[in-house]
T-cell receptor, first 114, second 110 residues
Framework: GAGVSQSPSNKVTEKGKDVELRCDPISGHTALYWYRQSLGQGLEFLIYFQGNSAPDKSGLPSDRFSAERTGGSVSTLTIQRTQQEDSAVYLC????????????FGQGTRLTVV | AQRVTQPEKLLSVFKGAPVELKCNYSYSGSPELFWYVQYSRQRLQLLLRHISRESIKGFTADLNKGETSFHLKKPFAQEEDSAMYYCALKGGGSNYKLTFGKGTLLTVNP
C-alpha cells in the first residue's frame, strides 16, 4: 500500500498560533517516530510511540510541544504558541515493530513561522 | 544516553575516488547501527544496517565496537552518490529509540 503520509506538506503560520501536523503511518506498523530536521541540526528526535503509548518523550523541546496517537495508527504533533525557532521540517517515520529495524519515512511537513 | 556523531558536515570528492563518511557512537549496551540516505527531493531511506553485513550500491560499513565507529565506505564514488547521509543508532533491549547524527552532505564532482 501507500507509504507514510504526512499532512500538510507545507504550513506557514503566524507567531503565537497553534499548529497540528498529521502523520499516517504504514498500515500495521506499531512503532511511530517524530523528528525535526533543520539546517545544521540534522534529525532531532522528538518522540516515539509503541502502539498508542509513548515510552520516550524526552526529545520534545518544550511543553508547547505535544503528540498523541489514537487507534495505534494516525499521530498528531501539536505545537502551541509557535515561535520562529520552531520553523523546520517535521518528519514522521513508522516501523512494523520495535524489533524490526527499518524505519520508513514520510515526505515531511515544512513549517514556517512568520 | 545514546549519541551519534558525524564529524563532517560536508564532504566533497571527485568521481572515481574513494569515499569514507565517518560515524562514531556512544551507547552503553549493544546497539544496532544504520546508514540512511536522502537524495535531493526524496524521502529519507535506509541504505544499510550493520547486522546484515551487506553491500548496497557499492557501500559497506563495518561496526567497530572497540572504536565505537560505523564508518561508511565506497571504493569508487559515483555522481549519483551525491546526497545527505545520516548515521543512526537503535538501542537494544526495551529501548527502541532511533537516534540520528547531524548528517554529512556528500558531493561527488565529475
Amino acid at each position: 500500500g501507500a507509504g507514510v503520509s504526512q499532512s500538510p506538506s507545507n504550513k506557514v503560520t503566524e507567531k503565537g498560533k497553534d499548529v497540528e501536523l498529521r502523520c499516517d503511518p504504514i498500515s500495521g506498523h506499531t512503532a511511530l517516530y517524530w523528528y525535526r530536521q533543520s539546517l545544521g541540526q540534522g534529525l532531532e528526535f522528538l518522540i516515539y510511540f509503541q502502539g498508542n503509548s509513548a515510552p520516550d518523550k524526552s526529545g520534545l523541546p518544550s511543553d508547547r510541544f505535544s503528540a498523541e496517537r489514537t487507534g495505534g495508527s494516525v499521530s498528531t504533533l501539536t505545537i502551541q504558541r509557535t515561535q520562529q525557532e520552531d520553523s523546520a521540517v517535521y518528519l514522521c517515520a513508522s516501523s512494523p515493530g520495535p524489533r524490526v529495524t527499518e524505519a520508513f519515512f514520510g515526505q515531511g511537513t515544512r513549517l514556517t513561522v512568520v | 544516553a545514546q549519541r551519534v556523531t558525524q564529524p563532517e558536515k560536508l564532504l566533497s570528492v571527485f568521481k572515481g575516488a574513494p569515499v569514507e563518511l565517518k560515524c562514531n557512537y556512544s551507547y552503553s549496551g549493544s546497539p544496532e547501527l544504520f546508514w540512511y540516505v536522502q537524495y535531493s527531493r526524496q524521502r529519507l531511506q535506509l541504505l544499510l544496517r550493520h547486522i546484515s553485513r551487506e553491500s548496497i550500491k557499492g557501500f559497506t560499513a563495518d561496526l567497530n565496537k572497540g572504536e565505537t565507529s560505523f564508518h561508511l565506505k565506497k571504493p569508487f564514488a559515483q555522481e549519483e552518490d551525491s546526497a545527505m547521509y545520516y548515521c543512526a543508532l537503535k538501542g537494544g533491549g526495551s529501548n527502541y529509540k532511533l537516534t540520528f547524527g547531524k548528517g554529512t552532505l556528500l558531493t561527488v564532482n565529475p
